[in-house]
């Protein structure tokens, strides 16, 4: 069992920086690829990051790519999100994930445990 807790999201002017955490209690996160998702109002979830279990190797959607960086701390059991040059389309709330694959997932149903999500607001 793991549990998630995201934090650091908020309102930011366009062009801004945010860095998003979740901390993992339970099974350490080494013991799952982590990845960051996001709803915005009447869309649908989407994958935005993800990272392996080594934290070797990342992916990104396409439209995060340059911007974004997720990364690990093993010793803090935490996973982050750093956002730059941020947009009004970034505005959403955004997940933190956790899943039992062996690579860096997109899809959805890949992860099992999900935190509670934390707001992101970019005004323009």
């Known amino acids: 069992q793991v549990q998630l807790v995201e934090s650091g999201g908020g309102l930011v002017q366009a062009g801004g920086s945010l860095r998003l955490s979740c901390v993992a209690s339970?099974?350490?996160?080494?013991?799952?690829?982590m990845g960051w998702f996001r709803q915005a109002p009447g869309k649908e979830r989407e994958f935005v990051a993800a990272?392996?279990?080594?934290?070797?190797?990342?992916r990104y959607v396409d439209s995060v790519k340059g911007r974004f960086t997720i990364s690990g701390d093993l010793a803090k059991n935490t996973v982050y999100l750093q956002m730059n040059s941020l947009k009004p389309e970034d505005t959403a709330v955004y997940f933190c994930?956790?899943?039992?694959?062996?690579?860096?997932?997109?899809?959805?149903?890949?992860?099992?445990?999900w935190g509670q999500g934390t707001q992101v607001t970019v005004s323009s």
């Open positions: 994930a956790a899943g039992p694959t062996y690579y860096t997932a997109t899809r959805i149903n890949d992860y099992v445990y």
């Open positions: 339970g099974r350490t996160f080494s013991s799952y690829t």
């Open positions: 990272i392996s279990r080594s934290g070797g190797s990342t």
